[in-house]
């Protein structure tokens, strides 16, 4: 119910933009659900990077990415945005967005009802 694009190849310091649109009967109502950005890297574990709350509000889950990732939300359009900035070699990993119910934003994947996909983030030299 929830996909995952825009993620590709991109040289250091470039940008890209990530969606995440849901779609579905079980996910009626997107504004109450909060929704994070996790990735994983290659032969490293999943992990939380941001999240936007049901009032707009976020929370980031890595210093590394402050500074150059936001995340923004339209729920008319069911859509959450990930855009990033100065992107490093470090931030290659596979993307994937997650949605929870309610306000409190939470950066362990066990807290997230659904998932996207994922789309991979390759940032090359």
């Known amino acids: 119910q929830l996909q995952a694009s825009g993620g590709g190849l991109v040289q250091a310091g470039g940008s890209l933009r990530l969606s995440c649109v849901a779609s579905?009967?079980?996910?009626?109502?997107?504004?109450?659900?909060?929704i994070a950005w996790f990735r994983q890297a290659p032969g490293k574990e999943r992990e939380g990077v941001l999240c936007?709350?049901?009032?707009?509000?976020?929370?980031y889950y890595l210093d590394s990415v402050k500074g150059r990732f936001t995340i923004s939300r339209d729920n008319a359009k069911s859509a959450v945005y990930l855009q990033m900035n100065s992107l490093k070699l470090e931030d290659t990993a596979v993307y994937y967005c997650?949605?929870?119910?309610?306000?409190?934003?939470?950066?362990?994947?066990?807290?997230?009802?659904?998932w996207g996909q994922g789309t991979l983030v390759t940032v090359s030299s």
């Open positions: 997650a949605a929870k119910p309610f306000q409190i934003c939470s950066g362990r994947s066990r807290d997230y009802n659904y």
């Open positions: 936007i709350n049901t009032s707009g509000g976020t929370t």
């Open positions: 579905g009967f079980t996910l009626n109502y997107y504004d109450y659900y909060s």
